[in-house]
């Protein structure tokens, strides 16, 4: 069963750069048939999801998103990333990484979350 | 953009049955999936792809989805059952949350 962990940075000054790792065990991020993402939840609000990866290259994002973030893949360390760029207070949330497994269209497991909080 | 929506709260007493909507244009044309939500937690799916429960998860939670409207209906609702319940789905390769809905057992 796969296990995800999130690691990074917890406090962000803004216009700064938001960088989060995603751990993955029990699989490897090598293989085709998974989707790596990320999702965020602001405190007492609802989710939203960021975007994710697949393939080791392939991305989608969210629309409203997509000219901060990029997602990457570390086949060495197991591990995928996010940088989300120039944040602002808006971006402090809960910051959690899931897997998609090929054809579900769902979340099968998700990490416990990392909070990051943007100010100065 | 497509949106899900689902209404903020839902109060059920113990034992009986709850059911938490969700709406989007033509939501029966593809699949949805719920996920429950604990304070402090991370989500954890409770029905895929309209109407499977994963392993472990109880009987008593079931899925619908048709027309308009997808539904998640808890039956002899449990005081353990007190959570936070999203909607997602999948509209032209991006991702799809309902805003949430507390579900209080009063």
Known sequence: ??????????????????????????????????????????????????????????????????????????RSKNHFSLRLNSVTAADTAVYYCAVVVAGSEHFQEWGQGTLVTVSS | SYELTQPPSVSVSPGQTASITCSGHKLGDKFAHWYQQKPGQSPVLVISQDTKRPSGIPERF???????????????????????????????????FGGGTKLTVL
């Not at chain 1, 629309?63 to 990029?70: I, T």
């Not at chain 2, 353990?80 to 032209?92: G, H, K, R, V």
Request: charged share 10%; aromatic share 10%; hydrophobic share 30%.
């Open chain 2, 62 to 96: 079931s899925g619908s989805n048709s027309g308009n409207t997808a539904s998640l209906t808890i039956s002899g609702t449990q005081a353990m059952d007190e959570a936070d319940y999203f909607c997602q789905t999948w509209d032209s390769g991006t991702v799809i």
């Open chain 1, 1 to 74: 069963q796969l296990q995800l962990q999130e690691s990074g940075s917890g406090l962000v000054k803004p216009s700064q750069t938001l960088s989060l790792t995603c751990a993955v065990s029990g699989g490897s991020i090598s293989n085709g048939g998974y989707s790596w993402s990320w999702i965020r939840q602001p405190p007492g609000k609802g989710l939203e999801w960021i975007g994710y990866i697949y393939h080791g290259e392939s991305t989608y994002f969210n629309p409203s998103l997509k000219s901060r973030v990029s997602l990457s893949v570390d």
